[in-house]
C-alpha cells in the first residue's frame, strides 16, 4: 500500500518537473478568477438606485407643490380611488395613501377624511344575476357620501411602475359637478429631487418662473407732471408731484389703487409778477384719485418690450376755499422695468371757489398734460 502511494507522488513530481506551465496556468486562472467576480458584484450598486429612494423623490415633487400653494382644491380632502400597474402589489396600494396623507397633513391644514363608503361594494339579485355596484359608477350615490361625510373634494392616484422609471399622477374632482379641480403627473426621471442630485441650482430656475408667473404685487411710482390747468379766471400751466400706489392682479393684466397730486403753477415757482387771480394752485392743494388701469401685455410680460397702459382715475382736488371733483383718463408707455411716459387729460366739474374777500368764483374745464414716472 505504502509502495503504491509513493509510485503515484513520484509520477505526479515528475510531470511538475517536465511540465512547469501546467501548475501555473492553474494559479493564474485561480487567481483571476475571484478578481472578475467581485467587480461585477460592486457594479449593480452604482448604477442602480432603492425603489423607495426614487419614490421618495417623486412625493417631495408633490410635496414641494403643496409648500408653493400649487394644488388646489384641499379643503376637506379624501383619497377615493388608487390604481397601481400589474407589477405593483395590491398591498402598496395602502403605502401610498398613507404616504400622500403624510405629506398633506405635515405641508398644509387640510382635514383628510378617510372615506369607507366610497370604497363599499354593493351586490344586487336580479333574477338569476348578481350586480355588483360601488360609488365609482354611480355619481348620485358618490355626491350623497360626500354630504353626509362632509367631504368637499376628492382626490384619485394612478402609480405605475417600469423599469425606465415611476409615474405618479394625481387629481382632485368635484362631487357635485364631476370636474377635475387639480391634476398633475410626476415622473422619477424629472423629478426636481433627482435634478438636486444631479447639481441643477433650482434658484435660477424658481427666479425665471417668477417672472412668468402672476404673483400679488404692490408696485409704488413718483410721477412729474406738466399740466395746463383751468384756474380762477384763465388757464395757467402747472409743475405737478405725484405719488401713485398700485395693485396688480388679474394676472399682471389689471391694476387697481390710488394717487395723490400736488399741483403748483409754474408762474409761482419762478417768481413771477404775473400771479394775480391764479390763487388755486399757488397755495397749498392736494389731487387724491381712485385709478384702475389695464395692461396691454399679452399673454406675458416682457420687460424688453414697449407696454402700453390705459388709466382712468376719479376723485377731487381741495385747496384753500376751494374743494372740486375731477375725472382723468390716460394712456402710458412703460420702458423696460421701471420707467413709463403719459399723456392724460381730463375734466373738472363746475365748483365753487371761496376767495377770502368773500367774492365767489366757479372753476370748470379740461386739464391736459404729459407726465413721467418711475417705479421703486
Not at 507522488?9 to 483571476?32: D, N, Q, W
Not at 394644488?71 to 401610498?96: C, Q, Y
Not at 405605475?160 to 364631476?178: F, N, R, T
Not at 434658484?203 to 390747468?229: F, H
Amino acid at each position: 500500500m505504502n509502495n503504491h502511494l509513493f509510485i503515484k507522488f513520484y509520477i505526479l513530481l515528475l510531470l511538475s518537473t517536465l511540465f512547469p506551465s501546467l501548475s501555473m496556468a492553474s494559479e493564474e486562472e485561480t487567481t483571476t478568477v475571484p478578481t472578475q467576480s467581485s467587480e461585477k458584484t460592486n457594479d449593480p450598486s452604482e448604477n442602480y438606485r432603492n425603489f423607495y429612494e426614487v419614490f421618495d423623490d417623486v412625493m417631495g415633487d408633490f410635496e414641494y407643490d403643496l409648500k408653493n400653494g400649487q394644488v388646489t382644491g384641499l379643503k376637506d380632502l379624501a383619497i377615493r380611488n388608487i390604481a397601481t400597474s400589474e407589477n405593483i402589489p395590491s398591498s402598496f396600494k395602502h403605502h401610498i395613501e398613507l404616504a400622500v396623507t403624510e405629506r398633506i397633513l405635515k405641508t398644509t391644514k387640510t382635514r383628510v377624511i378617510q372615506c369607507l363608503a366610497c370604497k363599499a361594494k354593493r351586490s344586487i339579485l336580479k333574477g338569476d344575476q348578481v350586480v355588483i355596484t360601488s360609488p365609482e359608477t354611480n355619481p348620485a350615490e358618490l355626491s350623497r357620501i360626500a354630504k353626509t361625510s362632509n367631504i368637499s373634494n376628492f382626490m384619485d392616484i394612478s402609480f405605475a411602475y417600469h423599469p425606465s422609471g415611476m409615474v405618479l399622477s394625481m387629481s382632485i374632482v368635484d362631487p357635485e359637478s364631476g370636474g377635475i379641480v387639480w391634476s398633475r403627473t410626476y415622473n422619477s426621471e424629472t423629478s426636481r429631487a433627482s435634478a438636486f442630485k444631479r447639481g441643477v441650482d433650482f434658484s435660477q430656475v424658481d427666479e425665471a418662473r417668477k417672472n412668468t408667473e402672476y404673483q400679488p404685487m404692490i408696485q409704488y411710482r413718483l410721477a412729474l407732471y406738466y399740466l395746463y390747468e383751468k384756474d380762477i379766471s384763465e388757464y395757467t400751466g402747472t409743475l405737478g408731484l405725484a405719488f401713485r400706489m398700485m395693485e396688480r392682479y388679474d394676472n399682471r393684466h389689471k391694476e387697481v389703487g390710488f394717487e395723490a397730486d400736488y399741483l403748483r403753477t409754474v408762474s409761482s415757482i419762478i417768481g413771477s409778477a404775473t400771479t394775480s387771480g391764479s390763487t388755486l394752485y399757488g397755495t397749498i392743494n392736494l389731487t387724491l384719485l381712485f385709478i384702475h388701469s389695464w395692461n396691454l401685455i399679452g399673454g406675458e410680460e416682457n420687460f424688453n418690450m414697449v407696454r402700453g397702459n390705459i388709466f382712468i382715475g376719479i376723485g377731487g382736488t381741495y385747496a384753500s376755499g376751494f374743494l372740486g371733483g375731477l375725472v382723468r383718463a390716460g394712456y402710458e408707455w412703460r420702458l423696460a422695468k421701471h420707467w413709463a411716459v403719459s399723456s392724460l387729460v381730463g375734466y373738472r366739474p363746475k365748483a365753487t371757489l371761496f376767495i377770502s374777500s368773500g367774492v365767489q368764483e366757479s372753476v370748470s374745464g379740461i386739464e391736459a398734460g404729459l407726465g413721467i414716472s418711475g417705479l421703486f
